[in-house]
């Protein structure tokens, strides 16, 4: 069942990229396996599959333990900065920074562990109280200030569009978060790259695409629903 929902997400992220005339290659299809087990993971991983989310950092540690080093793993949720020294030399991507308290610890523990980290700026598009995310008007000098860092590089934004049944709905959070992407790229800012666009999710992950995510993470349309109960 896993498998073939993923074949089915695949098949929709290809027609999305058509669509939009961009090439499949250009967006990343990050397969999101909070509370799922190892055996679950492993189902995608026979389809070559190699960038996964996770939302805790202590479930991506136990599960980065026992799984193939040749993952990528995405940390796609809150991230506490007395959390970062276990994760620091594990993520490919961490797609949360909000707050430039976070991106010093981080820069401090690359710094320790004589490493860099890559990182998208977490903007909270739709203004939601309940979601983490700098303001669309505080992103740039947020950009700015954490651009300072040396082992610390931003790679582009990140939103979560608010929880819909109808995805056409966020094209506007998408098409902010693209706007707000380029008008940052023209400043120019050194070690500040804007390529990077992680927005879509199971419900909207198309319209994103055709907007200009560049990476879609998509959890309950691969893997089924979640029960947290367990
Ligand atoms: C859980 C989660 C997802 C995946 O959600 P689905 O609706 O199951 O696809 C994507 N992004 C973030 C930040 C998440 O926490």
């Known amino acids: 069942m896993i498998q073939k929902n993923y074949r089915n997400v695949e098949l ?18 990050i397969a999101v396996s909070k509370t799922k087990p190892i055996s679950d993971i492993k189902e995608v991983l026979a389809l070559d599959v190699l960038d996964f989310g ?25 991230l506490q ?6 994760i620091i030399d594990k993520t490919f991507l961490i797609h949360s920074v909000d707050s430039y308290r976070l991106a010093l610890q981080l ?9 860099e980290c890559d990182i998208l700026i977490e903007v909270n598009v739709a203004e939601e109280d309940s979601k983490f995310g700098v303001t669309v008007d505080a992103t740039l000098p947020l950009v700015e200030e954490i651009s300072k860092l040396p082992h610390v590089h931003i790679k582009g934004l990140m939103t979560i ?24 790229m023209a400043k120019n800012i050194d070690n500040v790259s804007m390529h990077e666009l992680s927005m879509g999710m199971t419900g909207d992950y198309e319209v994103a695409i055709e907007e200009g995510a560049t990476l879609v993470r998509v959890g ?3 893997f089924g629903e979640r029960n947290y109960n367990i």
Not at 54 to 78: A, M, P, T
Not at 107 to 115: L, Q, T
């Open 12 to 29: 929709k992220v290809a027609e999305a990229c058509k669509r939009a005339g961009r090439k499949r290659e250009n967006v990343t299809l």
């Open 54 to 78: 996770e939302n805790k950092v202590q479930e991506l540690c136990e599960k980065e333990e026992l799984l193939d080093k040749n993952i990528r793993w995405h940390l796609i949720g809150h």
């Open 81 to 86: 900065r007395n959390k970062v020294k276990y």
């Open 107 to 115: 820069e401090e523990e690359c710094c320790k562990k004589n490493v």
């Open 161 to 184: 569009a608010p929880y819909t049944e109808d995805a056409e709905s966020n094209r506007k959070y998408f098409r902010k978060l693209r706007e707000l992407a380029v008008d940052i």
């Open 220 to 222: 309950t349309g691969i």
